[in-house]
T-cell receptor, first 116, second 116 residues
Framework: AQKVTQAQTEISVVEKEDVTLDCVYE???????LFWYKQPPSGELVFLIR????DEQNEISGRYSWNFQKSTSSFNFTITASQVVDSAVYFC?????????????WGLGTSLAVNP | NAGVTQTPKFQVLKTGQSMTLQCAQD?????MSWYRQDPGMGLRLIHY???????DQGEVPNGYNVSRSTTEDFPLRLLSAAPSQTSVYFC???????????????FGEGSWLTVV
């Protein structure tokens, strides 16, 4: 069954700490895409990154980095030197297709609180 | 850049009332969809469309209708609102209808709907 698991429901850190958000997925497909979205307190969903199943290179964007490991079916997200503005709910999602429907399978999200 | 625009942002309805959530995108995206977000349930797909004149059901379509008369617009209609439809609704779009394209799905800012 296709599934995305974000085992950490809530994380609380103090500003400047590093924090890693875990994402583990299950899929039968050999070609798929993984996403991370951020949902700040204002409520909108903000795209952070997309990774396809053939590209296992880690990616770094400023304080954000992503570690994709097919061997463990994980796509973890690390925030370095966290800031209060990073407080949000973070969602991991898996994209696959059934017919015409590009279905996104969502994790339940990890709520990150960064305290001053 | 307008992106995906949803209206209204907030709405309170009485049980049995009908209403339409509007969604428009200016990116010439073929694929549009509606999700609802509920605590502990993540995001669930209501309906989707792969192009003008084509719509289909997602995971939780009951109580909702959609139509796609133009590429730009994808309204979601609640025919007879029920308290169980109290939720946050997100409209989303992406460039391609094709499978495994991995194109990023962009979301509107969300519509908070309360049915009393």
């Amino acid at each position: 069954a296709q599934k995305v698991t974000q085992a950490q429901t809530e994380i609380s850190v103090v500003e400047k700490e590093d924090v890693t958000l875990d994402c583990v997925y299950e899929t039968r497909d050999t070609t798929y895409y993984l996403f991370w979205y951020k949902q700040p307190p204002s409520g909108e969903l903000v795209f952070l990154i997309r990774r396809n199943s053939f590209d296992e290179q880690n990616e770094i964007s400023g304080r954000y980095s992503w570690n994709f490991q097919k061997s463990t079916s994980s796509f973890n997200f690390t925030i370095t030197a966290s800031q209060v503005v990073d407080s949000a709910v973070y969602f991991c999602a898996l994209s696959e297709a059934r017919g015409n429907n590009r279905k996104l399978i969502w994790g339940l999200g990890t709520s990150l609180a960064v305290n001053p | 850049n307008a992106g995906v625009t949803q209206t209204p942002k907030f709405q309170v309805l009485k049980t049995g009332q009908s209403m339409t959530l509007q969604c428009a995108q200016d990116m010439n995206h073929e694929y549009m969809s509606w999700y609802r977000q509920d605590p502990g349930m993540g995001l669930r797909l209501i309906h989707y469309s792969v192009g003008a004149g084509i719509t289909d059901q997602g995971e939780v379509p009951n109580g909702y209708n959609v139509s796609r008369s133009t590429t730009e617009d994808f309204p979601l209609r609640l025919l007879s609102a029920a308290p169980s439809q109290t939720s946050v609704y997100f409209c989303a779009s992406s460039y391609s209808r094709t499978e495994y394209s991995g194109n990023t799905i962009y979301f509107g800012e969300g519509s908070w709907l309360t049915v009393v």
